[in-house]
C-alpha cells in the first residue's frame, strides 16, 4: 500500500517553474492556473490523489518553496 | 487507539534566509544555494559559517543565507576567501562563484587558492554563460552555442574552446576534493549534495582546497523553459564537461556520511 | 630606549607587527619585497597569517577578506603593483573597512624603474580607485618618521573605518638608519568591531558589501563616507615646521623632497635669507588652513617635490593667488640634491618682489631642461 503524502507550497516562493510538475513522479503536480501568487506566478499545487511524499519535487525545487510531508510507516502511541 | 503522525521529509532548510531569491524561476541558483545549506544546517556549521559572494547573478547571495557574508569585487573571491581563512581558521569559509567569475576574471585567483591547499571550499556554478550582464559567452560557453557576444554561435577559431576547471584544478597538489555535478535532475541533485558535504567535510578536516562544479541552466539566457534547460545541461553539458571525481583525498575517499 | 639601525622596509615591517598587525598580504616589487620578505620570517614565528599571493590583485584581495574579520592588516608595494591594487582599495573603502597601505614609489608612469619617485601624488592623495572614496595619506621623510606612521595609521583606519595610505618614497624604503621600535602590542587583547564577520553565533549574521544597488542608499553611504572625511580634515591633519616664524620664504616639501629641502634651508638660514621650511605628514587631510596662514605671512612659496607638480595644485588650491608660487622638481626616479634647492632658494630671495610667474611649472621644465642638458 502506497504511503500518503501531503505537500505544502509557499506561496511567496513558488515561481511556477514547473520544475516539481515535471519531475513529479506521480503525476499529481500542475500549476494551479486559477491563482496568482502574490508576485504574479502561478503556483504548483496537488491536483490529484497519489502524492507519496516522495520529496523529489522539494530536490528539484530552486526556491526551497515545498514542504513534504508523508505519513509515518508505524503509527505512533499517543495517550495509549 | 493510536494516532498517525506526519513526517516531514523535506522543508526549508535553516541556514537559508526567508527572503525570496531574485533568480529567475526555474534557475537552479537557487537549487545550489538550498543543499550548501541544507548541508551546513547537517553539519551544523551555520554559526561559523563565512560565504563570500560573487559578482554574477549571485551577487545578492548574501541576502539568501543566513550566515555572515561579504561580498568579493570580480573574480577574486578566492583571495578574499583565504584572507579570511587565514586570519580565522577556525572559520568555514566558503565562495560561490559563477564561470565568469571563477573561469575569467578570476582565473589567477582559483589556481593559486587550489595551488596553495587553501582549506576553503568553492561552490562554481557553470552555466556556460554570463547571466547578470545579460548572456555574453562564457569561458565556458559550447561550441556553436549562440549567446549576444557569440552572436552567430562560439566559433572555436577565434573564440577558443571551453575550459574543463575541475579537471584543471585537480591536477594541483593542494586540491584536496575537486569534482564536477550537475543539477538536471532529482537524482543528480542527490549526488551534488553529496558531494557538497564531502567538500565541507574535506574543509573542516583541513585535507586542502575543495571544489565542486555544478553543472547548471540559465533558462532566460539560453532561451528555454526552465525544463527544457534542464534537458539542455543533460545532452549539451554533460558531454562537454563529464561529471565525476576528479581529485579526492584518500581520508575523504573513505568517509560514511 | 634603545636604538637600532635598520633597514627601511624591515623596520616598517616590525613596526607594523608591533602595531599588531595579524595579517600580511603581498607579492615582491622592488623597493618594496624587504616587507614582504621580514613579514615571511616574522608572522610565521608569531602564528599570525602571512601569504605571499599571486599577484598584487589577488594580495589587495586578501587584505579586503581579511580585513572583514576586525582584525589589523595590510599590505606594501609599490607604484605598478599598488595601481594594480586599486580596484581593491575602492573595494575596501566601499565597505568601509579599516586598512593600511604601504607604497613605496618609485618612478613611472609605467615600469618606470626602481628608484625613489613621488608621482603616486594624485593616486594615493586623491584616491587611484573608482567612485568617491576619501583615503587617508601619510608621508613620512625618515625611517623613524615611517615606523611611528605605521601605528598610527592602523588606529586612524580603524578610528576612521578608512583606507590609509603611507607614501613612502622608494629610498626611504631602503637606506638605514637609527630608529627606535614601539613597544609590542598584543593583538589577541583587542575588541573586535560589531560589524565584523566572524561566524553569525548569538546574533544576526553581518553582510559586508559594496554594492549598494539602489542609488538612493548609494547616496546615504557616500554621504555617510564624506561626514566621516569632514571629522578626519577636522582632526587628523599634521605637519611639521622649521623656522616658519619669521620666513618670507615657505619651502613646501612632503617625503624626502622635504628632507633634502631641510638641509637647503638650514645652508641658507645660515646665509641670512629668511626662509623656512614647510612638510605636510599628512597629505590627507592636507594641511589647508596652515597653508592659506602661511599665504599670508610669506612673499614667496616654493613647492618641491620628485614629480612634475602634484603637490603644487592642492598649493595653489588654498594659496589662491595670494602669493606667488613657484616650483622645482626632479623626476623619473631622480633625487633632488641640497644645493639644486639651495639654489632655488638663492634665486626666489634674490626675486623677491618679483611678479606673479605666468607659469610656473613651464619656467621650471625649462630651466631643468637646461640644466640636465648642462650635464648637471
Excluded at chain 2, 532561451?223 to 581520508?251: C, H, R, S
Excluded at chain 3, 554621504?223 to 613646501?252: C, G, H, Q, S, T
Aim: charged share 20%.
Amino acid at each position: 500500500m502506497a504511503l500518503k503524502g501531503w505537500i505544502e507550497v509557499n506561496e511567496l516562493h513558488c515561481k511556477g517553474c514547473s520544475l516539481c510538475v515535471e519531475a513529479c513522479p506521480q503525476d499529481v503536480m500542475s500549476l494551479d492556473m486559477d491563482r496568482l501568487t502574490p508576485k504574479g506566478y502561478h503556483p504548483v499545487h496537488l491536483h490529484a490523489e497519489g502524492c507519496t511524499g516522495c520529496g523529489i519535487c522539494a530536490i528539484v525545487c530552486p526556491d526551497a518553496a515545498l514542504t513534504v510531508y508523508r505519513e509515518a510507516k508505524q503509527p505512533a502511541r499517543v495517550n495509549a | 487507539m493510536a494516532t498517525v503522525l506526519p513526517n516531514i521529509v523535506y522543508q526549508r532548510p535553516a541556514s537559508l534566509s526567508t527572503r525570496v531569491t531574485h533568480y529567475c524561476p526555474g534557475c537552479t541558483h537557487g537549487v545550489a544555494h538550498r543543499l550548501v545549506a541544507e548541508v551546513l544546517d547537517e553539519m551544523d556549521l551555520r554559526e561559523k559559517t563565512i560565504g563570500v559572494a560573487p559578482v554574477g547573478c549571485s551577487v545578492f547571495a548574501y541576502n539568501y543565507f543566513n550566515h555572515d557574508y561579504v561580498e568579493a569585487a570580480h573574480g577574486r573571491a578566492p583571495a578574499m576567501a583565504t584572507g579570511i581563512k587565514r586570519v580565522l581558521p577556525q572559520n568555514t569559509v566558503y565562495t560561490y562563484q559563477g564561470d565568469g567569475d571563477l573561469a575569467s576574471i578570476g582565473m589567477a585567483e582559483i589556481m593559486h587558492a587550489a595551488a596553495r591547499g587553501e582549506n576553503i571550499t568553492v561552490i562554481f556554478i557553470n552555466n556556460a554563460i554570463y547571466g547578470m550582464t545579460g548572456g555574453q559567452m562564457a569561458p565556458t560557453t559550447l561550441p556553436g552555442m549562440v549567446t549576444t557576444s557569440s552572436p552567430v554561435g562560439r566559433d572555436v577559431e577565434s573564440m577558443g574552446f571551453p575550459i574543463r576547471m575541475a579537471e584543471i584544478l585537480s591536477n594541483l597538489d593542494g586540491a584536496g576534493y575537486v569534482v564536477r555535478r550537475s543539477l538536471h535532475d532529482a537524482t543528480n541533485i542527490r549526488k551534488a549534495k553529496k558531494a557538497i558535504r564531502l567538500a565541507f567535510e574535506t574543509q573542516e578536516r583541513g585535507l586542502g582546497f575543495s571544489m565542486v562544479e555544478l553543472l547548471s541552466s540559465c533558462p532566460t539566457n539560453w532561451k528555454l523553459t526552465p525544463n527544457e534547460a534542464l534537458t539542455f545541461i543533460e545532452e549539451n553539458m554533460v558531454p562537454t564537461f563529464p561529471l565525476g571525481d576528479y581529485k579526492v583525498n584518500q581520508e575523504i575517499a573513505r568517509l560514511r556520511v | 630606549m634603545v636604538k637600532k639601525l635598520y633597514k627601511g622596509n624591515e623596520a616598517f615591517a616590525e613596526a607594523a607587527v608591533r602595531a599588531g598587525c595579524e595579517g600580511f598580504f603581498g607579492y615582491p616589487i622592488t623597493p618594496s619585497t624587504e616587507f614582504l620578505e621580514y613579514m615571511a620570517k616574522r608572522m610565521p614565528e608569531l602564528g599570525r597569517a602571512f601569504v605571499q599571493a599571486e599577484s598584487e590583485v589577488a594580495a589587495i584581495n586578501m587584505v579586503y577578506g581579511a580585513a572583514c574579520t576586525g582584525k589589523r592588516v595590510m599590505t606594501a608595494s609599490s607604484s605598478p603593483g599598488i595601481s594594480l591594487m586599486m580596484e581593491g582599495i575602492s573595494y575596501i573603502a566601499g565597505t568601509e573597512l579599516p586598512v593600511v597601505v604601504i607604497n613605496v614609489m618609485r618612478g613611472g608612469p609605467g615600469l618606470g624603474n626602481i628608484a625613489p619617485s613621488q608621482g603616486d601624488y594624485y593616486q594615493m592623495v586623491k584616491g587611484g580607485g573608482h567612485g568617491d572614496y576619501f583615503p587617508i595619506s601619510l608621508a613620512p621623510a625618515s625611517v623613524q618618521e615611517a615606523v611611528d606612521s605605521i601605528a598610527l595609521a592602523f588606529d586612524l583606519a580603524e578610528k576612521y573605518r578608512s583606507i590609509v595610505h603611507v607614501l613612502v618614497d622608494g629610498n626611504i624604503g631602503q637606506m638605514m638608519e637609527p630608529c627606535e621600535m614601539p613597544p609590542m602590542q598584543d593583538p589577541s587583547k583587542r575588541m573586535m568591531p560589531d560589524w565584523a564577520v566572524s561566524g553569525a553565533k548569538d546574533r544576526e549574521p553581518n553582510i559586508l558589501s559594496s554594492i549598494y544597488i539602489d542609488p538612493v542608499e548609494e547616496e546615504v553611504t557616500n554621504i555617510r563616507l564624506l561626514k566621516r572625511w569632514l571629522e578626519v580634515e577636522k582632526n587628523e591633519v599634521r605637519y611639521k615646521e622649521l623656522f616658519m616664524d619669521d620666513a618670507e620664504i615657505a619651502i613646501i616639501a612632503f617625503g624626502t623632497a622635504g628632507r633634502v629641502s631641510s638641509t637647503a634651508v638650514r645652508q641658507a638660514r645660515d646665509k641670512g635669507i629668511k626662509v623656512g621650511l614647510f612638510r605636510p605628514i599628512t597629505l590627507a587631510p592636507f594641511p589647508k588652513d596652515r597653508i592659506a596662514e602661511i599665504a599670508k605671512q610669506v612673499k614667496r612659496i616654493l613647492v618641491v617635490e620628485m614629480n612634475t607638480g602634484m603637490m603644487l595644485d592642492d598649493v595653489n588650491l588654498y594659496v589662491q593667488g595670494r602669493v606667488p608660487v613657484e616650483f622645482y622638481g626632479r623626476l623619473g626616479g631622480v633625487t633632488p640634491f641640497p644645493d639644486e634647492i639651495y639654489d632655488e632658494i638663492i634665486r626666489l630671495s634674490e626675486n623677491l618682489d618679483a611678479p606673479k610667474p605666468e607659469n610656473p611649472r613651464l619656467d621650471w621644465v625649462n630651466r631643468l631642461e637646461k640644466a640636465i642638458e648642462g650635464g648637471k
